[in-house]
């Protein structure tokens, strides 16, 4: 009788395993959410469940995107908007969601010796408006003038930015002060996002939000579960390889700073978008910092304050982070790699 128990069970064993439906894999891509191009990758059992999730990511990641603009106000919703057209008028009340943004770009702030500031708007706002005439007439391209710069630059102190969490607001102290989260929001999201796929028992997605790229575990492969492969934009754009390099993650984030993108031409040479806080101009270090670690806000802080790190100083700041690797590429295209870092190159495109 035993053994004809132990036959039946291995019998449905052999049965269920034989017929476990495998789960099939999806790509959906949307515009519109922080201005950029979001592509998810994930595997569902069928369509229906996988494009019902794209539409609760889409859901979250424009909530985020409302939430963290500068330039555009929603009904119904406080933003940072919200919070600059009150500088020095009153506190605002906000969404936890934003409040928990704010308190994790404080604490970069301090992490970074104010490599990573989100109080510095009124300094990036100049920026941006000169970028955006020399894009648009680059015959008639400027610098900023320095004495703008300095003026605004009197208005970045992270002191002025009072958070209250138990009344749920945000309050510039400083008028003339203004909150620009460019270097943090878009990380931030997606992390959020991922969290909550997490929550709902996803085991195996990519979010990439613009470039920040978060994976939710592996994927499925024919030796069981494989890591995702991912490839880093080469910055250098007169080359045909278009990738760097490949990293294989599993339940990582990827992300990249680059000087290759968003940028304006004066008198033959390139401004990129990425500001230094203690010379007001635009970091020259390097061509690219690409940085991975589980959490994808931490590792869209950290690109942009690596980014503007010399190289000794960015390499010894990244060694002293635990689970954080970064890859730097040099203006003449010279790659340097921090301890961790090609642990995650897929070997055929190790450099």
Not at 175 to 184: E, I, K, R
Not at 204 to 220: M, T
Request: aromatic letters at 10%; glycine letters at 10%.
């Amino acid at each position: 009788m035993k053994r004809l128990i132990i036959f039946l069970l291995v019998v449905l064993l052999l049965v269920t395993s034989g017929c476990a439906k495998k789960k099939t894999r999806y790509q959906a891509e949307f515009l519109g959410v922080f201005d950029t191009v979001t592509t998810i990758v994930g595997y569902s059992d069928n369509k229906e469940e996988f494009t019902a999730r794209v539409g609760r990511i889409k859901d979250k990641l424009t909530e985020y995107h409302r939430l963290y603009d500068i330039y555009h106000s929603y009904k119904g919703v406080n933003n940072i908007k919200t919070i600059n057209d009150n500088a020095g008028i009153a506190p605002v009340k906000v969404n936890k969601e934003l409040i928990s943004l704010l308190l994790f770009a404080k604490k970069q702030y301090y992490a970074t010796d104010g490599k990573t500031n989100i109080a510095l708007g009124s300094v990036l706002r100049i920026w941006h408006d000169y970028r955006e005439k020399g894009i648009s007439d680059p015959f008639s391209a400027e610098l900023p003038p320095r004495k703008l710069l300095e003026q605004a630059a009197r208005h970045t102190n992270i002191e002025d930015l009072i958070i209250d969490t138990k009344a749920s607001t945000v309050y510039l102290s400083d008028p003339g002060m203004s909150l620009d989260v460019g270097a943090v929001a878009k990380g931030h999201a997606t992390e959020r996002t991922a969290q909550y796929l997490e929550g709902e028992g996803v085991s195996s997605f990519v979010l990439d939000v613009g470039g920040n790229v978060r994976a939710i575990g592996g994927k499925p492969g024919q030796n069981g579960i494989e890591p995702w492969n991912i490839g880093i934009k080469n910055p250098d754009k007169e080359t045909k390889d278009t990738e760097l390099c490949n990293v294989l993650i599993s339940g990582y984030s990827v992300v990249s700073s680059g000087s290759y993108e968003r940028y304006y031409t004066v008198n033959g040479i390139r401004y990129n978008h990425i500001i230094d806080p203690s010379t007001l101009m635009p970091a020259t270090h390097f061509a690219d910092v690409t940085i991975i670690c589980h959490d994808s806000g931490l590792a869209d802080a950290l690109s942009t304050a690596v980014f503007i790190m010399p190289l000794e100083m960015g390499k010894k700041y990244v060694g002293g982070l635990n689970g954080v690797a970064a890859m730097w590429v040099m203006g003449n295209g010279e790659v340097v790699y921090s301890k961790g870092f090609k642990s995650f190159l897929k070997v055929d495109n190790e450099k």
